[in-house]
C-alpha cells in the first residue's frame, strides 16, 4: 500500500512539474529570420537601381530650404522644376556611413534589444482613434487612459520587445498636451525600449526634458536614449514634408535615434505593380537615409521601408492579405541586402472582430515579415480594424501568437545527441514507445511552446468549461493584467518634477 502511495506521490509530482512553465523559454525574441527570399539577386539589383535612378533623375519635390541648403552642399544637384537629385554617389555614401546595428535601449538595460543583421522583434506603432472596448464589445474613441492601460499591459508581455503608442489618445486638446501626455504614459508605465512622435520641431525639447529626469538628471538622456522617434520625412509619392523634415533636425539635435517611415500605398501614392512599388518606396526611405546622414553621418535610423496596401475596388486601407505579406517580406529582403537596420509593418488585420478572419491575417502576414528577416515588426501588437483600432484582447492574443512564430523561426537543431539513435534503439527494444523517456522530458522543457490560450483540451472538457472562444479567454487575462500589474517606473521625485515643468492629464 505504501508503495502504491508513493507512485500516485510521485506521479502528481511529475504532472505538476510539466505542467510549470519552462525553466527556458523555448522561443525567445530575438530568433533570426531571413530564410524566405521572395526576391532573386536579379530582382533585388533591379529594385535598387530603379530607386536610385529615381533619386537621381526624378528628384524629390518639396524640399524645405533649410534641407535643400544641406543636401546641396553635399553634393546633391537642382534638377529644375523645384526638385533637387541625389546623385548615386551621395545615396551610397549615405548607405556606407549609416550604422548596420545598433541597441534600442530600455530604460530598464536588461530589456534593451539590439537590432541589424536578422534579428527579428515584434513590436507596435499605429495611431487608432479608436479601441475595442472590453465591456461592450464594440469601438469607442480611444482615451489617454487607453493608453495608460495598453502600455502597461504591454509591459508584463514577454513578446512585445519595444512599445510605441498605439492609439491616440483623443480626449487631449492641443498637439503639445498630446505629445506630452502620450510621452508620459511611455515613462510611467512601462521600461522596455519606446517610441513616441513629435508633432512639431518645438515640443523636442520639453519632451527631452522629461526624459532627462526620468534618466537621472540633465543630458542623461542623450548619453543613453530610450525613446525613438517615429517620424515620417518623405511623403509618397517622391517629396519631403516639411513640419516632418523639422522634427527630424531636432531629433538629431537632441541624439534621439529615428524611425523614418515611407508609408506608400500600392495604386494611390505609389505604383499598384508590387515591384515598381517596392522601386519607388525604397527611393523614398533612401531619401531619408540620405537626409540623416548628410545633417549627422552615423546617426541611428531604422530603415522603415513600410508598404502598404489599398483595395483598389473602394480605395480602403487594406493591412491584411497575401500583397501585404510578400510585400513587407519583399521589403525587409532588400533593406537586409542592403545591410540596414529593417523595419516593416505586419499583422494588421481588417478584422473589427477577434474572429477567424483576425487570426488568418495577422499569423500570414507577421510570419512572412518575420520568415524574411525583418529586424522590427512594427502594427504586429494589438491592432485590429486597418489600424483604426487597437484592443487589449489583440495584445494578449498576439503575444502568444509572436511565441510560435518564434519557435518556427529557430527552426531545427540537428545534433548527434537530438537525431537519439541510441534513444530510438532503447524505446523501441525497451517501453515501446518514448513517453517518460530522458530524452523525451528534455526536448519537453528546451524544445516545445506550451500555449497559455490557445485551447488544447478535448471537446467535453472543453464544453463544461463554457465553451470559451479565443476572445473571452484574451479578455480574462486582459483583465488580470490590468488588475494584478501596477508599475510605478517614475520615482515620487521624478514624478513630481515632471508635472512641475509639464501639465500632465492623467
Same mark, same amino acid.
Given at each position: 500500500?505504501?508503495?502504491?502511495?508513493?507512485?500516485?506521490?510521485?506521479?502528481?509530482?511529475?504532472?505538476?512539474?510539466? @505542467? *510549470? !512553465?519552462?525553466?527556458?523559454?523555448?522561443?525567445?525574441?530575438?530568433?533570426?529570420?531571413?530564410?524566405?527570399?521572395?526576391? =532573386?539577386?536579379?530582382?533585388?539589383?533591379?529594385?535598387y537601381? +530603379?530607386?536610385?535612378?529615381?533619386?537621381?533623375?526624378?528628384?524629390?519635390?518639396?524640399?524645405?530650404?533649410?534641407?535643400?541648403?544641406?543636401?546641396?552642399?553635399?553634393?546633391?544637384?537642382?534638377?529644375?522644376?523645384?526638385?533637387?537629385?541625389? !546623385?548615386?554617389?551621395?545615396?551610397?555614401?549615405?548607405?556606407?556611413?549609416?550604422?548596420?546595428?545598433?541597441?534600442?535601449?530600455?530604460?530598464?538595460?536588461?530589456r534593451?534589444?539590439?537590432?541589424?543583421?536578422?534579428?527579428?522583434?515584434?513590436?507596435?506603432?499605429?495611431? @487608432?482613434?479608436?479601441?475595442?472596448?472590453?465591456?461592450?464589445?464594440?469601438?469607442?474613441?480611444?482615451?489617454?487612459?487607453?493608453?495608460?492601460?495598453?502600455?502597461?499591459?504591454?509591459?508584463?508581455?514577454?513578446?512585445?520587445?519595444?512599445?510605441?503608442?498605439?492609439?491616440?489618445?483623443? /480626449?487631449?486638446?492641443?498637439?503639445?498636451?498630446? /505629445?506630452?501626455?502620450t510621452?508620459?504614459a511611455?515613462?510611467?508605465?512601462?521600461?522596455?525600449?519606446?517610441? +513616441?512622435?513629435?508633432?512639431?520641431?518645438?515640443?523636442?525639447? !520639453?519632451?527631452?526634458?522629461?526624459?532627462?529626469?526620468? %534618466?537621472?538628471?540633465?543630458?542623461?538622456?542623450?548619453?543613453?536614449?530610450?525613446?525613438?522617434?517615429?517620424? =515620417?520625412?518623405?511623403? =509618397?509619392?517622391?517629396?519631403?514634408?516639411?513640419?516632418?523634415?523639422?522634427?527630424?533636425?531636432?531629433?538629431?539635435?537632441?541624439?534621439?535615434?529615428?524611425?523614418?517611415?515611407?508609408?506608400?500605398? %500600392?495604386?494611390?501614392? @505609389?505604383?499598384?505593380?508590387?515591384?515598381?512599388?517596392?522601386?519607388?518606396?525604397?527611393?523614398?526611405?533612401?531619401?531619408?537615409?540620405?537626409?540623416?546622414?548628410?545633417?549627422?553621418?552615423?546617426h541611428?535610423?531604422?530603415?522603415?521601408?513600410?508598404?502598404?496596401?489599398?483595395?483598389?475596388?473602394?480605395?480602403?486601407?487594406?493591412?491584411?492579405?497575401?500583397?501585404?505579406?510578400?510585400?513587407n517580406?519583399?521589403?525587409?529582403?532588400?533593406?537586409?541586402?542592403?545591410?540596414?537596420? #529593417?523595419?516593416?509593418?505586419?499583422s494588421?488585420?481588417?478584422?473589427?472582430?477577434?474572429?477567424?478572419q483576425?487570426?488568418?491575417?495577422?499569423?500570414? +502576414?507577421s510570419?512572412?515579415?518575420?520568415?524574411?528577416?525583418?529586424?522590427?515588426?512594427?502594427?504586429?501588437?494589438?491592432?485590429?480594424? =486597418?489600424l483604426?483600432?487597437? #484592443?487589449?484582447?489583440?495584445?494578449?492574443? $498576439?503575444?502568444?501568437?509572436?511565441?510560435?512564430?518564434?519557435?518556427?523561426?529557430?527552426?531545427?537543431?540537428?545534433?548527434?545527441?537530438?537525431?537519439?539513435?541510441?534513444?530510438?534503439?532503447?524505446?523501441?527494444?525497451?517501453?515501446?514507445?518514448?513517453?517518460?523517456? /530522458?530524452?523525451?522530458?528534455?526536448?519537453?522543457?528546451? /524544445?516545445?511552446?506550451?500555449?497559455?490560450?490557445?485551447?488544447? $483540451?478535448?471537446?467535453?472538457?472543453?464544453?463544461?468549461?463554457?465553451?470559451?472562444?479565443?476572445? +473571452?479567454?484574451?479578455?480574462?487575462? *486582459?483583465?488580470?493584467?490590468?488588475?494584478?500589474?501596477?508599475?510605478?517606473?517614475?520615482?515620487? $521625485?521624478?514624478?513630481?518634477?515632471?508635472?512641475?515643468?509639464?501639465?500632465?492629464?492623467?
Amino acid at each position: 500500500m505504501s508503495a502504491r502511495r508513493a507512485r500516485r506521490s510521485g506521479r502528481k509530482e511529475r504532472l505538476a512539474k510539466h @505542467a *510549470a !512553465p519552462p525553466a527556458v523559454n523555448p522561443a525567445p525574441p530575438g530568433q533570426r529570420g531571413g530564410v524566405y527570399r521572395p526576391l =532573386s539577386e536579379a530582382n533585388l539589383q533591379g529594385i535598387y537601381e +530603379t530607386a536610385v535612378r529615381l533619386l537621381s533623375e526624378l528628384g524629390m519635390g518639396e524640399v524645405p530650404q533649410r534641407l535643400w541648403d544641406v543636401l546641396s552642399e553635399s553634393g546633391a544637384q537642382d534638377l529644375g522644376n523645384q526638385r533637387l537629385g541625389l !546623385p548615386r554617389d551621395m545615396v551610397e555614401r549615405a548607405i556606407e556611413l549609416a550604422p548596420k546595428a545598433f541597441p534600442l535601449h530600455g530604460r530598464d538595460p536588461k530589456r534593451t534589444i539590439q537590432i541589424g543583421g536578422d534579428r527579428v522583434h515584434f513590436g507596435t506603432g499605429g495611431a @487608432a482613434v479608436q479601441t475595442l472596448d472590453m465591456d461592450t464589445g464594440l469601438y469607442r474613441a480611444s482615451t489617454l487612459a487607453d493608453l495608460h492601460n495598453f502600455t502597461r499591459l504591454q509591459d508584463a508581455l514577454t513578446n512585445v520587445s519595444w512599445f510605441t503608442r498605439c492609439c491616440i489618445a483623443t /480626449d487631449v486638446a492641443g498637439e503639445l498636451d498630446l /505629445d506630452v501626455n502620450t510621452a508620459y504614459a511611455l515613462m510611467r508605465n512601462t521600461t522596455k525600449p519606446v517610441a +513616441t512622435a513629435f508633432t512639431l520641431a518645438e515640443h523636442v525639447a !520639453p519632451l527631452v526634458e522629461m526624459f532627462d529626469i526620468a %534618466a537621472g538628471g540633465p543630458g542623461e538622456f542623450a548619453k543613453r536614449p530610450f525613446v525613438k522617434a517615429h517620424i =515620417s520625412p518623405v511623403i =509618397s509619392p517622391m517629396r519631403f514634408g516639411e513640419d516632418a523634415v523639422d522634427v527630424t533636425f531636432a531629433c538629431l539635435e537632441h541624439n534621439i535615434p529615428v524611425s523614418c517611415i515611407t508609408a506608400a500605398q %500600392a495604386g494611390a501614392t @505609389a505604383p499598384a505593380t508590387l515591384a515598381g512599388f517596392l522601386a519607388q518606396s525604397l527611393a523614398e526611405t533612401l531619401a531619408s537615409l540620405v537626409m540623416v546622414n548628410t545633417i549627422k553621418p552615423g546617426h541611428p535610423m531604422v530603415f522603415s521601408n513600410w508598404p502598404l496596401v489599398i483595395d483598389l475596388r473602394t480605395g480602403a486601407f487594406a493591412g491584411g492579405g497575401g500583397e501585404i505579406a510578400v510585400l513587407n517580406a519583399a521589403s525587409a529582403q532588400v533593406s537586409n541586402w542592403l545591410g540596414l537596420p #529593417s523595419g516593416v509593418a505586419a499583422s494588421m488585420t481588417d478584422a473589427k472582430a477577434i474572429d477567424a478572419q483576425y487570426g488568418v491575417e495577422k499569423g500570414m +502576414t507577421s510570419l512572412a515579415a518575420a520568415l524574411s528577416g525583418a529586424n522590427l515588426i512594427y502594427e504586429s501588437s494589438g491592432m485590429t480594424a =486597418s489600424l483604426l483600432g487597437a #484592443s487589449f484582447e489583440a495584445f494578449v492574443l $498576439d503575444d502568444e501568437m509572436h511565441s510560435l512564430s518564434y519557435r518556427a523561426l529557430r527552426g531545427v537543431e540537428v545534433t548527434a545527441e537530438n537525431l537519439g539513435f541510441d534513444a530510438i534503439c532503447d524505446a523501441v527494444l525497451g517501453e515501446g514507445h518514448f513517453l517518460g523517456g /530522458d530524452q523525451t522530458l528534455g526536448a519537453m522543457e528546451r /524544445d516545445y511552446f506550451y500555449p497559455l490560450l490557445a485551447d488544447r $483540451d478535448n471537446p467535453k472538457t472543453w464544453a463544461d468549461n463554457g465553451a470559451p472562444d479565443a476572445w +473571452t479567454r484574451a479578455k480574462q487575462r *486582459a483583465h488580470e493584467i490590468l488588475a494584478e500589474h501596477q508599475p510605478e517606473y517614475l520615482t515620487p $521625485d521624478q514624478d513630481r518634477a515632471i508635472r512641475e515643468r509639464i501639465d500632465i492629464l492623467i
